[in-house]
């Protein structure tokens, strides 16, 4: 089997899935990862001849609907490799917006809060970025908190791992310059118009919340930012694109000023940022 023709089974299986361009990225990602190559690379390799291990196993897994981030083993995100599985939330690329954001007010040595950490993505990031900081990343799931803990090792940065209730008291932690999160915020109403490769495998707790109460965990985590936020801190959010208006408000209903709410990539809002 050549790579060209590893890519075009791998497209044939998942593109009735996902669209022909998220197929070939699908289909290149998985060949790069199994070969070593790099996407650059492919270009000059299509015609050469490959053994992917479980090939086979991996088509049929990819036909099902499974995340390619969880038929490998890993995902990218901020130019960094993470390890990821089944009942850890895969990172998304508009959260590497958020670590941007944050990457870019925070300052050497600050003390930076990273709330429902999951694989540990947004808190090693930073912690690459922001030389010194000390960072502590929690979360209330021990699986992800393994998956993360494998994650810091590997990457080898200063962050503490923690097991903590976002929708309770976290005051025990400290105090803090910055706190940042990407918690749950999916309606779970919209569960019925989301892809099956979302809704099948990766982990509701991560992803979705009740419509009545869309800003439980915002609420809870601005709560505790009262209490834990120095003078001056930052809170960073990662949001609901329909609910920047309804953060807003309850943000400065908790006495947060300066809040702003960031556009991404895409044109929608989807970060606040709060100073305490």
Request: proline letters at 4%.
């Amino acid at each position: 089997m050549t790579v060209r023709e590893a890519i075009q089974i791998v497209e044939r299986a998942v593109g009735p899935l996902y669209g022909a361009p998220e197929a070939t990225a699908i289909a290149r990602q998985v060949v790069c990862r199994s070969c070593g190559y790099s996407f650059s690379q492919l270009v000059v390799h299509y015609d050469d001849s490959v053994e992917i291990a479980d090939f086979n196993t991996i088509v049929e897994q990819l036909s099902a609907a499974r995340p390619v981030q969880y038929v490998l083993g890993k995902a990218e995100f901020c130019d960094l490799d993470f390890t990821v599985r089944e009942g850890v939330l895969i990172p998304r690329p508009e959260t590497e917006e958020l670590v941007e954001l944050v990457a870019g007010v925070a300052t050497k040595g600050m003390r930076i809060l990273d709330v429902g950490t999951g694989s540990g993505a947004i808190a090693v990031a930073i912690a690459k970025r922001v030389a010194g900081a000390d960072v502590v990343a929690v979360d209330i799931s021990d699986a992800a908190l393994e998956v993360a803990a494998e994650n810091v090792a590997h990457h080898g940065v200063n962050v503490t791992l923690v097991k903590a209730d976002a929708l309770g008291d976290m005051s025990h932690l400290g105090e803090f310059d910055i706190i940042v999160s990407n918690p749950p915020y999916i309606p779970q109403s919209d569960i019925t118009s989301m892809h099956a490769n979302v809704v099948d495998y990766e982990p509701h707790t991560a992803l979705f919340v009740a419509d009545n109460d869309p800003l439980i965990f915002y609420r809870s985590i601005a709560q505790n930012g009262l209490k834990m936020l120095q003078s001056d801190g930052g809170l960073f959010f990662e949001i609901y694109e329909h609910f920047a208006g309804q953060m807003v408000q309850m943000l400065e209903g908790l006495g947060y000023r300066d809040t702003v709410v960031v556009k991404d990539v895409f044109g929608k809002e989807r970060m606040v940022w709060s100073r305490r």
